[in-house]
């Protein structure tokens, strides 16, 4: 199975401020005949189900705010808020779907400072 | 909108066999890729399986001895089974469809059910 971990497990930051949060990898999920990575970051806010922010490492859903962007390649990758609003204030996860079995990763707990 | 319902028993006895079914709305089944995913309380997020709107499946290697996971074309819905539960299977199930962007496989979770609460208890 392909682990992910993510970095910080929680993260406080001023409303304004950016906020950046990191995943690895255990092998690399750029898949080469069409340069796409294949990893995707949910935003989960209590007692919804997660919701789809980011997919290929980079291309921001639908209806999600440009503040959020995802960057990286490989096996490291970071989801960056450039802004901090009170409503980003909640648990994240990364999650790899190159490969079965699909896997998430622990999940980062946004507060504010 | 895609809109995905599930539905089933929200206590189970250990060693019984847990249903659910979820229904889609909003959208055809066909065609796509789904699949169930859990969640313990205040844990993370473990994927169960897939199914293609065809029948294949690939489930989870750590549950694979006791996961089914069908689809109903007709009904608009797909279903889970996990047997021989126990109290480690307790979790909000979650059923989600497949797809990123225009790109429908592989791909990322899209659309997401609300998530029903399953507790193993006698």
């Known amino acids: 199975d392909i682990v992910m971990t993510q970095s910080p497990d929680s993260l406080a930051v001023s409303l304004g401020e950016r906020a950046t949060i990191n995943c690895k990898s255990s092998?690399?999920?750029?898949?080469?005949?069409?340069?796409?990575?294949?990893l995707a970051w949910y935003q989960q806010k209590p007692g919804q189900p997660p919701k789809l922010l980011v997919y290929?490492?980079?291309t921001r859903e639908s209806g999600v705010p440009d503040r959020f962007s995802g960057s990286g390649s490989g096996t490291d990758f970071t989801l960056t808020i450039s802004s901090l609003q009170a409503e980003d204030v909640t648990v994240y996860y990364c999650?790899?779907?190159?490969?079965?079995?699909?896997?998430f990763g622990q999940g980062t707990k946004l507060e504010i400072k | 909108q895609v809109q995905l319902q599930e539905s089933g028993p929200g206590l189970v006895k250990p060693s019984e066999t847990l249903s659910l079914t979820c229904a889609v709305s909003g959208g055809s089944i066909s065609s796509y890729y789904w699949s169930w995913i859990r969640q313990p309380a205040g844990k993370g997020l473990e994927w169960i399986g897939r199914?293609?709107?065809?029948?294949?499946?690939v489930y989870n290697p750590s549950l694979k001895s006791r996961v089914t996971i069908s689809v109903d074309t007709s009904k608009n819905q797909f279903s889970l089974k996990l047997s021989s539960v126990t109290a480690a299977d307790t979790a909000v199930y979650y059923c989600?469809?497949?797809?990123?962007?225009?790109?429908?496989?592989?791909?990322?979770?899209?659309?997401w059910g609300q998530g029903t609460l399953v507790t193993v208890s006698s």
């Open positions: 989600a469809r497949l797809c990123s962007g225009g790109d429908c496989y592989p791909a990322s979770f899209d659309y």
């Open positions: 999650q790899q779907y190159y490969t079965t079995p699909y896997t």
């Open positions: 092998q690399s999920v750029l898949y080469s005949s069409n340069n796409k990575n294949y």
């Open positions: 199914i293609y709107t065809s029948g294949s499946t």
């Open positions: 290929w490492a980079s």
